[in-house]
């Protein structure tokens, strides 16, 4: 499932989101323009501001409200990115030198605090309660979410619940405020927002997912971040998690070591025990379940164009290569 095909239908709608995102990024400051419009203008799939167009469209909304908050969405995003980079030392995102590498982590964790804090400033803008609730609630579980998964990290006893908690909290509560945004400002029905806000909750699980399984098995060129990070950085992700259980004794002494230690001096042995247990295969099944579910969530929902191309985002999440 191509996410072109998403794109091409929201076009200019998104065209509009980019609009607003240069805006409202200018800054007297120019290191904040200067980071800001870095990390913005470095790419990325845009799911989630294209998660809020296609809510709203399938609501029948089409107040310019939809790419403020498309844009707010991304914001927030953006700045959990240049957090995160900086947490992890990572050297290298979309392809590209993280700006941490390239300003500085003080920069870095600075001009994240400005795209936070400009992003509640466009909330304001919008003038709903509901949707400050909405967005103040995701962005306070996602920041529980990153503390959590610091204190998960070298940590070969991770069970698989404890993991998709981390998981749900740091990338899916964003997709499901997502998609509920869509839904509050179509003023749906309680029944129904609760339904997209599942639907944004369930892909938002299978894209993390996925992304946890390229770590392993994916193309460093087309993913655009090292292969090996997670266990550079000592994350206990779904892959590592099943392997331990279900490898050899050997294989999972090796990732136990590996997880407590960090680095990737063992990473090729790492990959052919993950590899080897199936672990890649049974993440996989998880991420294409999590993207049933999702679908599932949908179909209370009128026919239209916005939920046909809905269903075609969660087949998206789930068979990405990228």
Do not use: W
Request: proline letters at 2%; aromatic letters at 6%.
């Amino acid at each position: 499932m191509s996410l072109d095909a998403i794109r091409a239908f929201i076009a200019a709608d998104m065209r509009a989101v980019d609009e607003v995102i240069r805006s409202r990024l200018h800054s007297d400051v120019a290191l904040i323009r200067q980071v800001a419009e870095y990390i913005v203008g470095s790419g990325g799939k845009r799911v989630r501001p294209a998660l809020v167009i296609l809510s709203a469209g399938a609501f029948g909304c089409n107040s310019s409200h939809r790419h403020e908050l498309a844009a707010v969405v991304e914001f927030i995003h953006t700045a959990t990115l240049l957090h995160d980079d900086v947490v992890d030392e990572s050297a290298l995102r979309r392809g590209r030198p993280t700006a941490n590498s390239l300003f500085g982590n003080a920069a870095s964790v600075l001009v994240g605090d400005f795209i936070y804090s400009r992003a509640f400033q466009m909330m304001v803008a919008v003038d709903s309660m509901r949707v400050l609730q909405v967005l103040a609630d995701a962005t306070n579980v996602i920041a529980e979410g990153e503390v959590l998964q610091l204190m998960n990290c070298h940590n070969a006893d991770v069970e698989e619940e404890g993991y998709l908690q981390v998981i749900r909290f740091k990338t899916a509560k964003l997709f499901e405020a997502a998609a509920r945004l869509g839904a509050i400002l179509g003023n749906a029905p309680a029944d129904d927002e609760q339904r997209i806000a599942n639907y944004g909750m369930h892909l938002g699980t299978a894209f993390q997912l996925i992304d946890d399984v390229l770590d392993y098995s994916g193309d460093q060129a087309e993913i655009g971040k090292n292969i090996g990070d997670d266990l550079a950085e000592g994350k206990p992700t779904l892959p590592l998690i099943h392997a331990i259980k279900h490898g050899s004794r050997e294989e999972a002494a090796l990732i136990r070591r590996a997880l407590e230690q960090g680095g990737t001096e063992e990473l090729s042995a790492v990959l052919d025990a993950v590899r080897g247990s199936g672990a890649l295969d049974y993440a996989l099944k998880q991420a294409r379940a999590e993207s049933r579910t999702a679908g599932e969530a949908l179909a209370g929902l009128p026919d239209s164009k916005y939920r046909d191309y809905l269903l075609q985002l969660a087949e998206f999440a789930a068979t990405r290569t990228y």
